[in-house]
């Protein structure tokens, strides 16, 4: 079992930045490829960001390309999400999420999940 805990998350105006954090415990992560998600309020979960094991290869969602950069510590057990140029429409929740058994956009293919981080931008 993989416990995966967010931070970093907060208020921040548009335009600014913020980086999530996200601690594993329980095991190592470094066999895992991980991803960001993020879920607003009345929407459905949507797909944000996945990194394979080893941090070599990188793959986002339209809207954050150029924005965000998703990267991993293997040493420290830690998952990263710099989110630069925020804007209101950021706002949600983000989880991350580790265990891929399939498609890595899709937020189903994932066993492990933390409990979320709130990030609020500010128009």
């Known amino acids: 079992q993989v416990q995966l805990v967010e931070s970093g998350g907060g208020l921040v105006q548009a335009g600014g930045s913020l980086r999530l954090s996200c601690a594993a415990s329980g095991r190592t992560i470094s066999t895992y490829a991980m991803g960001w998600f993020r879920q607003a309020p009345g929407k459905e979960r949507e797909f944000v960001a996945h990194?394979?094991?080893?941090?070599?290869?990188?793959y986002y969602a339209d809207f954050v390309k150029g924005r965000f950069t998703i990267s991993r510590d293997n040493a420290k057990n830690t998952l990263y999400l710099q989110m630069n140029s925020l804007k209101p429409e950021d706002t949600a929740v983000y989880y991350c999420a580790a265990g891929l058994k399939g498609s890595p956009t899709r937020w189903t293919s994932y066993n492990y999940w933390g409990q979320g981080t709130q990030v609020t931008v500010s128009s």
């Open positions: 990194i394979t094991w080893s941090g070599g290869s990188t």
